[in-house]
């Protein structure tokens, strides 16, 4: 359950099956707020931070859950923060905000997966990440456990597998494909960006979590894509970052 004293979330962007996905975040120092917005099996993204904190989160209630009704909320780590701010200091490449490229579609999810993080990196003039094959089973493993808990980033928390130090994840994407999560969710978290300024955190990096993590620097070992699919056709997508 979300904890207390946490403010509650803005509304965000419409999720692929009609719901809004709102946002939410641990208030610094804090517990948590619970997010606005969404339904029960709209689309949807959400992000965690610090696999270093996870342990100590779960047991003191601190984390934040992503419940139906409340589709995207962050843990927010004060202090661990890589906004990954792009520039154009290469003298040639000027960073688009507001960059739509073509999502790939190879019929390999796992490789478009990466491949539509790096289109985004590419946009704000970062170097791509290289794709993590090796993080993938785990992935997997995250999105359908989070399936089994209804909870985004269960089992990141939970230490299920060596999920890496970072996590987004778009939940329960109803009436969709994975190749239409890929394209719709990913586009939703790079929307997110940027932050207004150096330092996010609290309702700041509620609001830009997924951007931050899909842009940041901190994390070059690579990104590695989960899929899973419900029986009732929810499909949930984590990508998790090394």
């Known amino acids: ?22 946002s939410g975040g641990v208030p610094a120092g804090g517990a948590s707020g619970a997010g606005t917005g969404g339904v029960t099996g709209s689309g949807g993204s959400t992000m965690i931070r610090d ?69 985004f990196r590419a946009c704000v003039c970062l170097p791509p990440l290289p794709r993590w094959t090796a993080g993938e089973a785990c992935a997997d ?15 990141f928390q939970a230490g299920i597998c060596a999920s890496g130090n970072a996590q987004d994840e778009c939940p329960n994407w109803t009436g969709s494909t994975p190749e239409k999560v890929i394209d719709g969710c990913l586009q939703m978290m790079f929307d997110e960006g940027p932050p207004p300024t150096a330092t996010c955190t609290g309702q700041c990096y509620s609001d830009h979590g997924h951007y931050i993590n899909m842009t940041g620097t901190k994390y070059k070992n690579g990104v590695a894509c989960g899929f899973y699919t419900t029986a009732s056709g929810g499909i949930w997508a984590a990508q998790n970052f090394q």
């Open 141 to 155: 493993q995250d999105a359908q456990y989070d399936s089994q808990q209804n909870t985004a980033h269960a089992g």
């Open 1 to 22: 359950m979300p904890g207390t004293g946490g403010s509650a979330g803005t509304g965000g962007a419409a999720g692929s099956s009609g719901g809004a996905k709102g």
């Open 51 to 119: 696999a270093a904190a996870r342990d100590s989160m779960a047991r003191d209630g601190s984390a934040v859950i992503d419940l139906p009704g409340q589709r995207d909320v962050a843990i927010d780590i004060p202090g661990n923060r890589d906004t990954g701010t792009a520039n154009g200091g290469d003298g040639g490449c000027v960073p688009d905000y507001a960059c739509k490229p073509s999502s790939p579609n190879t019929g390999d999810i796992y490789a478009d997966c990466a491949a539509r993080v790096n289109q």
